[in-house]
């Protein structure tokens, strides 16, 4: 399992979006995904594999999502990608098929 950071195959750098609006996810939609692999799209159009962890407790008004993946290069560390509140999340899921999701 790897860290995706997949450019958008069409060459268009504008956001996702839903009726031509970016569309911004909520803590409701997200929590559902916390603890399995997921690929998910980030408001700056980068594409992250792994497992979703969650982290609690920061108190300034959004949660912090962690995906965590396999070393890039055998032997090294887990790479982390920390997600700071779920509205930075424009798609989200189910990837536990995918082996290079699963951490």
Do not use: N
Request: proline share 5%.
């Amino acid at each position: 399992m790897r860290l995706e950071h997949l450019a958008s195959a069409t060459g268009d750098q504008s956001p996702p979006s839903k009726h031509g609006v970016m569309y911004r996810m909520t803590d409701d939609e997200v929590r559902p995904y916390v603890g399995k692999a997921v690929r998910l799209t980030l408001d700056d159009r980068r594409v992250l594999a792994g497992t979703l962890h969650q982290e609690d407790g920061h108190g300034h008004g959004h949660g912090h999502y962690t995906v965590v993946s396999d070393p890039v290069r055998e032997g090294g560390a887990k790479v982390r990608e920390t997600i700071h509140g779920a509205q930075r999340i424009t798609t989200i899921e189910d990837a536990s098929k995918d082996p290079a999701a699963v951490e």
